[in-house]
């Protein structure tokens, strides 16, 4: 059974309420420095009705057109087996367009810099969302303010550290802070729209375009800001396959764009009565009194959105590891029901150093929007094009051309929000952008040194069959026990066992080849796990297939083979498991550049070990040491 699927899984009431708590954290605190962005940001505006119009019709049709028609109800219909993200898009994409082509590297591209982006906005989501809630305490003193960096890394620090326990217990409370959380954006936002109701003519796209009209450049530069609405769209797409489809829709449409579009608009009222208001317009909607608690449930709600992000780094990097393009990592599983729950000591402590270094160098949320939306808008970019590919055949009865000429104009949309903030490379957005070259070189130089070091193998390999029967015509001396050599290729003699016979000349009386192949879909179901193949009197061949959001055990499929083959011997004391190990050497001739063959050889060497990764009893494992030249 899948695991995504929804089967068995609580209410539609249960995962709604679940879903606000994960995938809405990073849209759902936009509203404490959008706006503020918008109109006081690098940009300066007058806070005029024309302004203060024209950018809230430009943030209401933002909200519309992008996360509303482009991903809650076109971009999710694009699952792969109920799973969501671009690289189950990447995924679906290169199913379409076909093994070796041009077409699918350029597929492989565009989704491998999607999520290696994703790396950005991870670092940046923490660091901005945080400071900007505990800004808040400088609107109830400015003896404050120097406190401010010094509690963002105190409460950063904090999250990380806690990483390592999991969300199982502390995730129960996210979904009802978040409702909180939004009830109370919508409350702040409706009183200030009672008072001054005019402001909900910005809802009309009319006041938008005059805006653009009259200050076109201003318009274009702008749209950097606007786009600080739309953060966390991704989440929504990425997420899926722990909520489904109706519950990220029910959450999306029932309460949360109901709750940021009033608290926009109650921001752009309370402008509009108080213009010296844009010091703080967000934390100034509340009532003196209640500005302290406002600071404390923002603080709250800013954490659970740096919690989404930093799980959605950690099943990114683990999907990464699945479709082979990034070395082998430490997984720790923090629930024992939840599969999705998982902890990288590795991605926590590169994330924590890199979120307290981007704080130190910014230090104030102001600073840190000229570094946010980058990363996002590429990725929105990303995506909307591998949609091209895997939608046309998404929608029953409607015209394939109908959904391309809606998705060339949210492409026409995504260009633009990407454009205004290719502006900020040079105040900040280099950030993210150099986070993100890096991952995607790393993950590039990951598969490419793995697909020779596969072809560097092969060229000494000798056919699987042809050597059984060879061995079983003229057998070795044979020893008590199994032997089980875990093998990249399936149809060929592993590399262990030809070592094993030159060097120790025995043969064991049982022989089983082992290959773990992973698919392009999610999750495999139990009953296509595992396939078993008699390949003589006492050799066998076992096929093991994983899915993308998997974790192989070897444990878990000898357990499998043994109830689907009872005669076949794999008691754990009597099985002995054979590994190559190779190292990494440079070639005569080499095939890669020099910086990244040395780049690929650390990678390698730092790897986790795959008695680790594959969950094998370490004192029944073998190593098979061996050079090979790249």
């Known amino acids: 059974m899948n695991p995504s699927s929804h089967a068995g899984k ?13 995938v809405y954290g990073d849209i759902g605190t936009s509203p ?11 940009v300066p505006l007058p806070i005029v009705a024309e302004n203060v119009l024209g950018m809230l019709s430009m943030v209401f049709w933002g909200l519309m057109l992008v996360v509303s028609v482009k991903y809650v109800v076109l971009i999710l219909r694009a699952d792969n087996r109920g799973e969501g993200g671009v690289l189950a898009l990447m995924a679906l994409a290169l199913r379409e367009a076909g093994t070796g082509t041009r077409k699918a590297l350029f597929f492989t591209a565009l989704g491998i810099f999607g999520a290696a982006l994703f790396y950005g906005d991870s670092i940046i989501t923490p660091a901005i969302s945080v400071l900007s809630a505990l800004e808040g305490i400088g609107v109830v003193s400015h003896r404050l303010d120097p406190y401010i960096v010094p509690m963002t890394i105190v409460v950063l620090i904090a999250l990380f550290v806690l990483q390592a326990r999991g969300t199982a217990s502390v995730g129960k409370l996210f979904g009802p802070v978040m409702v909180v959380w939004f009830t109370t954006l919508g409350l702040l936002g409706l009183w200030q729209v009672i008072q001054a109701p005019g402001v909900l003519a910005a ?9 653009v009209s009259h200050h076109a450049w201003q318009a274009f530069v702008l749209l950097g800001a606007v786009v600080l609405a739309l953060t966390g769209a991704e989440a929504l797409y990425a997420d899926m396959g722990h909520f489904g489809r109706p519950a990220i829709r029910r959450a999306w449409f029932g309460l949360v764009l109901p709750s940021l579009v009033l608290n926009y608009f109650g921001q752009g009222a309370l402008l509009l ?3 010296a208001a844009i010091a703080n317009p967000f934390f100034l909607l509340a009532p003196s009194w209640g500005i302290l608690p406002l600071v404390v449930l923002a603080t709250l709600a800013t954490v659970i959105a740096s919690q989404a992000v930093i799980s959605g780094a950690y099943s990114m990097t683990s999907q990464a590891i699945q479709l082979g393009f990034a070395p082998r990592m430490g997984i720790e599983h923090t629930s024992d029901t939840e599969i999705g729950q998982i902890y990288m000591p590795g991605i926590t402590w590169f994330l924590l150093v890199a ?3 981007l704080v130190l160098l910014f230090r104030s949320s102001g600073n840190l929007a000229s570094a946010y939306g980058f990363a996002v808008t590429c990725t929105m970019v990303m995506t909307t094009l591998l949609a091209f590919t895997v939608l046309g055949k998404r929608f029953s009865g409607v015209p394939r051309l109908g959904i391309f000429a809606l998705l060339s104009v949210l492409l026409v949309i995504d260009l633009l929000l990407f454009s205004s903030n290719a502006l900020k490379i040079h105040d900040g957005g280099w950030f993210p952008l150099l986070i993100g070259v890096i991952a995607f070189t790393l993950m590039m130089t990951w598969k490419r040194g793995r697909a020779l070091l596969a072809d560097r193998l092969h060229q000494g390999e000798l056919p699987l069959e042809g050597f059984v029967e060879m061995l079983e015509a003229s057998p070795p001396q044979r020893v008590e026990g199994t032997a089980v050599f875990m093998t990249a290729s399936a149809d060929r003699v592993p590399h262990a066992l030809l070592h094993n016979l030159k060097h120790n000349k025995v043969l064991h009386e049982q ?11 999610p999750y495999v179901a139990t009953r296509e796990r595992v396939a078993i193949r008699r390949l003589g009197d006492t050799f066998y061949q076992i096929i093991a297939t994983y899915g993308f959001k998997e974790e192989p055990s070897v444990p878990a499929i000898l357990k499998l083979v ?14 002995s498991f054979f590994l190559s190990r190779e190292t990494i050497v440079a070639a005569k001739y080499p095939e890669m550049s020099l910086w990244r063959r040395k780049i690929f050889a650390l990678m390698n060497r730092n790897a986790m070990r795959a008695t680790s990764f594959f969950k094998i009893p370490p004192n029944r494992v073998v190593e098979m040491g061996m050079q090979v030249e790249l």
């Open 273 to 275: 009565s108080n213009p």
């Open 562 to 575: 043994k109830e689907l083959q009872p005669e076949l011997d794999l008691d754990p004391m009597q099985t």
């Open 511 to 521: 022989v089983v080849f082992m290959t773990v192949e992973n698919a392009d879909i």
């Open 32 to 42: 404490l420095y959008t706006l503020k962005e918008c109109l006081n940001g690098h």
């Open 355 to 357: 979120v307290i270094a």
């Open 10 to 22: 609580p209410g539609n009431a249960a995962m709604t309420l679940a879903a606000l708590g994960v």
């Open 203 to 211: 809802v009309n796209p009319i006041y938008a375009l005059r805006f």
